[in-house]
Nanobody, 126 residues
């Protein structure tokens, strides 16, 4: 069983930055593919950024490409999402997700992930 705990959300003005962290329990974090999803009111959950088990392969949704950066520190069992140049449309609940998956691909669908954090609210004011 893996437990994921997000932190770092909050209220920020347009153009500001936040860094989300997702701390994972367990000794096999380095074998997990990780993803950051977000869900805004009335919208479907979407993959914002994903990273493979080794950190060498990443994915970004077009809407955040060039502004967000996903990274992981396997020694600290933590995955990060650095969010810069935030826009009001980035407002959502952000959740991290994990699945034991030691392959060089990204998992895109929420159904591909086995473990989820509780989510953290990000609000960008205009």
């Amino acid at each position: 069983q893996v437990q994921l705990v997000e932190s770092g959300g909050g209220l920020v003005q347009t153009g500001g930055s936040l860094r989300l962290s997702c701390a994972a329990s367990g000794r096999t974090f380095s074998s997990y593919a990780m993803g950051w999803f977000r869900q805004a009111p009335g919208k479907e959950r979407e993959l914002v950024a994903g990273i493979n088990w080794g950190g060498g392969i990443t994915y970004y949704a077009d809407s955040v490409k060039g502004r967000f950066t996903i990274s992981r520190d396997n020694a600290k069992n933590t995955v990060y999402l650095q969010m810069n140049a935030l826009k009001p449309e980035d407002t959502a609940v952000y959740s991290c997700a994990a699945r034991s998956f030691r392959r060089g691909t990204i998992l895109f669908s929420p159904g591909n992930y086995d473990y989820w954090g509780q989510g953290t609210q990000v609000t960008v004011s205009s």
